[in-house]
T-cell receptor, first 116, second 112 residues
């Protein structure tokens, strides 16, 4: 597609429920990033893929968070046993290569998760 | 580690006023620096960037100069419009970390 697409746009989950958030990056983009943005805060890095390889998962807050990109395109962020502190906007981004000075990183509109 | 500090908002200005949003960073070496903008109901968009010291990034009337001596990348615009109302994020990229590090964002509201 023309941009990074995320679904669902809005999700309300009951505490303890599992959720899965999907990201369709820009076609052909090698790098894919997940960020978490709490209300009134800047995005915080969660994890980074280069093709299907997860090169950095240092930002995942706990072992309840899991991300995959099995075929090097679509990615899913899964949160198990959701808790109220997981309520945030989850942003997906992609770039042609590593981003930074060489390539622009494009962000999706985000998936708004509310845990009640 | 790497970090970005930007001025707290909200910043409220009248149309055609001069805008400055301060941003300073902490990082070793030579990061690339960015300003992203988030309009209401939309995703983050790259506004401008600078990849080395003394570079000036510019777009849509906005400018920012990479100042290594003061570790700053302040965003400026000479005459703001109502349509500039948004949240602005300063960010840095270090290739060794392969990720963007963001500030907390500054909300700008422009009155007609």
């Amino acid at each position: 597609g023309a941009g990074v697409s995320q679904s669902p746009r809005y999700k309300v989950a009951k505490r303890g429920q599992d959720v899965a958030l999907r990201c369709d990056p820009i076609s052909g983009h090698v790098s894919l990033f997940w960020y978490q943005q709490a209300l009134g805060q800047g995005p915080e890095f969660l994890t980074y893929f280069q093709n299907e390889a997860q090169l950095d998962k240092s930002g995942l807050p706990s072992d309840r968070f899991f991300a995959e990109r099995p075929e090097g395109s679509v990615s899913t962020l899964k949160i198990q046993r959701t808790q109220q502190e997981d309520s945030a906007v989850y942003l997906c981004a992609s770039s042609a290569t590593g981003g930074g000075s060489g390539n622009t990183i494009y962000f999706g509109e985000g998936s708004w998760l509310t845990v009640v | 580690g790497n970090s970005v500090t930007q001025m707290e908002g909200p910043v409220t200005l009248s149309e055609e006023a001069f805008l400055t949003i301060n941003c300073t960073y902490t990082a070793t070496g030579y990061p690339s620096l960015f300003w992203y903008v988030q309009y209401p109901g939309e995703g983050l968009q790259l506004l401008l960037k600078a990849t080395k010291a003394d570079d000036k990034g510019s777009n849509k009337g906005f400018e920012a100069t990479y100042r290594k001596e003061t570790t700053s990348f302040h965003l400026e615009k000479g005459s703001v419009q109502v349509s500039d109302s948004a949240v602005y994020f300063c960010a840095l990229w270090k290739s060794s970390g392969d990720k963007l590090t963001f500030g907390t964002g500054t909300r700008l509201a422009v009155r007609p």
